[in-house]
């Protein structure tokens, strides 16, 4: 099973081998132990275009030491670290409870041996008035060696570049070649984080420091080997305070959380469809709401793109909301004023409610993955990046950042306007409730648009909050008559096998009730975002 820990650490070269650190210096420590030497023997393992590299990413198997075994690492920023870490095994095949963690970075690529890392570990602690440790100091002496997989033999990763050597080959630095150096580790011991842990960390580096020792320029070892070879390319930044800054700030955030929320839905973590679902929404949006800074030949298409993620998503996410809002309103009529055999019906709708919901869930989920594992979310996933390295803006995009915001803000806010006053006015029923809906839709869209501007713009962060109160409204409005639908076809289910259906009756009824208290909140919710004054950001 894997286990999670979040490490941090400063990686130091180019000091005196025998540095001594004085430990009436440093905050917290009382004394400096010696601990045992390690051998520690590594392979690495990427795409032959060291994909997982270019996103910070290292994946080793590691014999020799305390933790030998399998780890996968990337940055939490500063000086922190998430490792997730197996135990070793047999053979060389990466373990699919890591290998799940990276397909969206290797894009369905093979990982392959890139490196081999042979290094001596002198070790120390740092410890306390107690004797534990706080903090170990390692100084290690690396010998890597590149292996012959570490060639791409073909197109490298959108939005990376070759630096003065081939792509993938470590810049010049040729397969079986040794490559050798010294390094010093300062990893604080038990996660320890917050002002003391950076206290700790800058007291032991002025002491370094002073013995000649800098700052490492890599990442981490790996990074170091290949540091010469390809990288992800600097991206093409807009002139700051520009509305193409704005927008290019915003693709970049939310490419880097839909890659992050991949693995979640693979393992089936807690709200990880939705994260997704999110993230391809506020894209889409995003392209769709500032579409005139974009060159919309490129955006388009990807916002098709985006659109058909979310309907990859959009089943398991309904069946989600589904179970977990029919069983909560169950057990809330169950509690309420039922009892004798209403209360025995309310339970045994709502156990039937999550165990046919929860197939569903499990069903259309996997439906998603195997999604996820084809050809075509992988380039959708490079063309973002590529996006997000080199933005596709029209000339516009270098005007001043607030006038565009206001024009776009003033803009979703019209929009609104007439799907609101469109399902005012729409009869009571399936067309109205429609009508409903494109308001919801209307209303998430500028919400999204004041997100986006909010950075920028602080009036911008009212223009949301409200817009962001509309859909809500109308998403509970939504909510219930997705509800009703469904309950009449469980009811429907449930007398087909000679069981009663009261239960789901008195459901129904709350539904109907929760769609009209929310249709007749709109006017007073939608007087509130309407106010001309929050799009003049």
């Not at 135990?87 to 093979?110: I, M, N, Q, S, Y």
């Not at 981490?220 to 390809?230: E, I, L, Q």
């Not at 409730?433 to 713009?457: I, S």
């Not at 009824?509 to 799009?535: G, M, N, Y």
């Amino acid at each position: 099973m894997a286990a999670t820990r979040i490490e941090t650490e400063r990686k130091y070269e180019g000091g005196a081998a025998d540095i001594r650190l004085d430990p009436s210096g440093l905050p917290g420590v009382s004394g400096v132990v010696p601990a045992p030497d390690e051998e520690l023997d590594a392979v690495y393992y990427d795409t032959a275009d060291l994909r997982l590299l270019a996103h910070g990413t290292t994946l080793r198997k590691r014999a020799g030491g305390h933790d030998e075994g399998w780890h996968l690492k990337r940055g939490k920023g500063d000086d922190r670290r998430e490792e997730i870490q197996v135990p070793t095994t047999d053979d060389d095949v990466v373990p699919e409870e890591l290998h799940v963690r990276v397909k969206a970075l290797a894009r369905g690529k093979p990982l392959v041996p890139v490196l081999r890392m042979r290094t001596r570990r002198e070790r120390e602690h740092l410890v306390d008035g107690q004797g534990g440790a706080v903090a170990e100091i390692a100084r290690d002496h690396v010998a890597a060696e590149i292996l012959d997989a570490a060639r791409p033999g073909g197109r490298r990763p959108p939005g990376r570049r070759t630096g003065s050597g081939a792509a993938g080959s470590g810049g010049g630095k040729a397969p079986g070649r040794i490559l050798s150096w010294a390094e010093l580790e300062v990893e604080l011991e038990n996660d320890a984080e917050g002002k003391e842990a950076a206290a700790l960390l800058d007291a032991v580096e002025k002491q370094l420091v002073s013995g000649g020792w800098h700052r490492s320029a890599s990442a981490s070892k790996t990074a170091r080997v290949f540091a010469d070879g390809p990288g992800r390319a600097a991206p093409r930044t807009p002139r700051k305070g520009s509305a193409g800054q704005v927008v290019h700030d915003r693709l970049v955030e939310q490419v880097r959380v839909l890659v992050a929320t991949d693995p979640g839905v693979r393992l089936d973590e807690d709200e990880a469809v939705h994260d997704m679902r999110v993230a391809a929404r506020r894209l889409r949006s995003l392209l769709r709401s500032y579409r005139r800074l974009f060159d919309r030949s490129v955006t388009d298409p990807v916002a098709d793109e985006l659109r058909w993620l979310g309907r990859v998503l959009g089943d398991a996410r309904d069946h989600e909301v589904l179970a977990a809002r029919l069983t909560a309103g169950a057990d809330r009529l169950r509690l309420a004023d039922a009892t004798g055999a209403t209360a025995a019906d309310l339970a045994d709708a709502g156990a039937r409610i999550h165990a046919t919901e929860g197939r569903a869930y499990d069903k259309a989920r996997e439906a998603a993955v195997v999604e996820l594992d084809k050809r075509r979310y992988y380039r959708l996933l490079d063309t973002l990046a590529a996006m997000a390295a080199d933005p596709p803006l029209r000339a516009r995009a270098d005007r001043e950042a607030r006038p565009e915001l206001r024009r776009t803000l003033k803009r979703e806010q019209r929009r609104l306007a007439e799907r609101v006053a469109a399902a005012r006015s729409a009869p009571v029923g399936q067309e109205g409730d429609a009508a409903l809906h494109a308001a919801r839709k209307a209303a998430k869209r500028a919400r999204y648009a004041g997100e986006t501007a909010q950075p920028f713009a602080s009036g911008a962060g009212r223009f949301a909050k409200r817009t962001k109160a509309v859909q809500r409204l109308l998403g509970e409005h939504q909510d219930a008559v997705v509800a009703r639908s469904a309950l009449r076809r469980m009811a429907a289910e449930a007398r087909a096998t000679g069981a009663d259906s009261f239960a789901f009756g008195l459901l129904y009824a709350a539904e109907d009730k929760a769609a009209a208290e929310a249709a007749a909140k709109l006017p007073k919710t939608w007087k509130r975002a309407k106010k001309r004054k929050l799009s003049r950001v």
